[in-house]
């Protein structure tokens, strides 16, 4: 049976989009009450526990565990962020919640890459007037726009892994930037999360709103400032 197509578009292309579409609409409404700070709170000593007695794999399962919450964009990403410093430190836990958040956003970029990207970068780069000149500015200073998406709290993490994949970002260019951009905030989270014990110990909660701290939001704002330099560089020179 011939599957519908339409200027290089496949629903099969689709297929995975709609796949993670659901299991994120399952995982809303099922995930939200377990992957929470109360369930980390109430099983730290069981994770602690079963940590110290098979780290290897609590080391892999947690990767795994991120890098799905990620792929699937199911809630809990701060949580799992504050887990990974809970569980191995500030470092190598930092190291963990990096890796496995790149690799996860790689996944569901390459599915929406593949489903709908290739179909609207074409209907893009063919398109003329304002649209036009959105995709040429977005090609012309791709790296700046994607750090500043990474870089910028506002930002929701899905949102900056499925706009890139729509406008035709190369994978490589992507993961790389992906990887740099979220280093701040990965590292301010894990930091937080390293601190759970004495924050449990009070019998509070975390401050998760520190990275508006600023003392940490100032030198995340000058990192945006230098990633929008050659943005507002080129824009003088027109």
Excluded: H
Aim: overall charge positive; aromatic content about 12%.
């Amino acid at each position: 049976m011939a599957t519908a197509k339409s200027d290089g578009f496949s629903v099969q292309k689709v297929l995975p989009l709609i796949g993670i579409a659901i299991v994120a609409t399952i995982g809303f409404f099922t995930l939200k009450d377990y992957l929470s700070f109360e369930t980390l709170r109430d099983n730290r000593e069981a994770l602690l526990a079963w940590r110290d007695a098979n780290y290897v794999m609590a080391t892999f399962g947690f990767i795994a565990v991120y890098i799905a919450i990620v792929a699937f964009s199911l809630p809990g990403a701060a949580i799992i962020s504050l887990t990974g410093g809970f569980l191995f430190g500030l470092f190598p836990g930092a190291v963990y919640n990096i890796v496995s958040a790149t690799i996860g956003a790689v996944l569901i970029f390459t599915a929406a890459r593949m489903g709908l990207g290739e179909y609207l970068s074409r209907k893009m780069d063919s398109a003329g007037g304002v649209v036009g000149k959105i995709k040429a500015g977005l090609d012309e200073n791709e790296v700046s726009f994607l750090l500043l998406m990474r870089l910028v709290p506002a930002f929701p993490f899905f949102v900056a892994n499925l706009v890139p994949a729509l406008v035709g970002t190369k994978l490589r260019t992507f993961a790389w930037t992906t990887f740099v951009g979220i280093i701040p905030g990965g590292v301010v989270y894990t930091w937080v999360g390293s601190g759970l014990g004495e924050v449990f110990a009070r019998g509070a909660t975390p401050n998760l709103g520190i990275i508006f701290d600023p003392k940490i939001l100032g030198p995340i704002l000058a990192l945006c400032a230098l990633s929008a330099l050659p943005i507002v560089l080129k824009a003088l020179k027109k």
